[in-house]
């Protein structure tokens, strides 16, 4: 499947908590460089017909602002953790604009979590104003969305399937501590990777960052970058410094150019 030239977005490179965390005085926390500070993970990809976001993060609205975007054709959802969905009732934005759906991709899990935590989106009766977006499954079968080609590629968050997303030669994945040899082949040929790397000390559910490094590698990837950061990894400039070539931490509004 052809892939048009995409424009990558950072729109978030922080964990759960985000960079400065609430109430914390850490150097990290209360550093003035502009890349310390981190809003939850999320990334646009834009081809010139096609806007589409990478979850919906709490400070969703902030980063659409931020970044300037004018309109969403497709929202899709890795999995159904709080600082990845929590931002979807501001995507009503975009229908008093627009005057149509908004089409959202998730897997059966996370749209489970979905008509949990915005039930009000789901019901009968709907209260005027608020969400109007159109659910469509996906698991692991590729699909488009407007003119941009999806795969998905299934990783593993201790216990919990999350979905990365191949587009063309561009992989996103967030949110992963181990990812399966036949998973692994659909990476494979990406010039670009994005992988979640938490800090430098182990966890139970995140890549750390020499795990990161080492999975860029053995993927054999050209370029990769580093995201879902916790202000234990340290100030961006020094870690950014002691990584190997080509491979970066990740910073808020970024921009990567993929032809
Ligand atoms: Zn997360
Ligand atoms: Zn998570």
Redesign the pocket.
């Known amino acids: 499947m052809i892939c048009p030239p995409l424009t990558i977005t950072f729109l978030g490179t922080g964990?759960?908590s985000g960079i400065p965390m609430i109430a914390c005085e850490c150097e990290v926390c209360t550093s003035t460089d502009k890349k310390d500070n981190r809003l939850?993970?999320s990334i646009l990809v834009q081809s010139d017909a096609t806007t589409l976001v990478v979850d919906t993060t709490p400070d969703f609205r902030y980063q659409m602002l931020r970044a300037g975007v004018k309109k969403m054709d497709g929202v899709i959802f890795t999995h159904p953790?709080k600082?990845?969905i929590a931002g979807l009732d501001d995507i009503r934005a975009f229908n008093f604009f627009d005057d149509k759906a908004v089409n959202v991709y998730a897997n059966a899990l996370t749209q489970k979590a979905l008509r949990n935590e915005f039930h009000y989106v789901f019901a009968e009766h709907k209260y005027p104003g608020i969400p109007n977006i159109v659910l469509n499954d996906i698991d692991e079968d590729f699909f488009m969305v407007g003119d941009i080609p999806v795969q998905p590629v299934k990783v593993w968050h201790l216990h919990m399937p999350v979905l990365g997303f191949r587009f063309g030669k561009f992989t996103y994945i967030?949110?992963a501590n181990r990812i399966e040899d036949d998973e692994k082949e659909k990476i494979k040929g990406s010039e670009f990777l994005v992988l979640?790397a938490l800090r430098k000390k182990k966890h139970i559910s995140h890549f750390t960052l020499q795990e990161a490094v080492s999975l860029a590698d053995e993927l054999q990837i050209p370029q990769a970058y580093f995201t879902?950061i916790s202000h234990q990894l340290g100030k961006h400039k020094e870690v950014d410094a002691e990584l190997p070539a080509n491979r970066c931490i990740a910073y808020d509004m970024q921009q990567l150019f993929i032809d």
Do not use: I
């Open positions: 964990t759960s939850r993970s953790h600082d990845h967030t949110d979640n879902h």
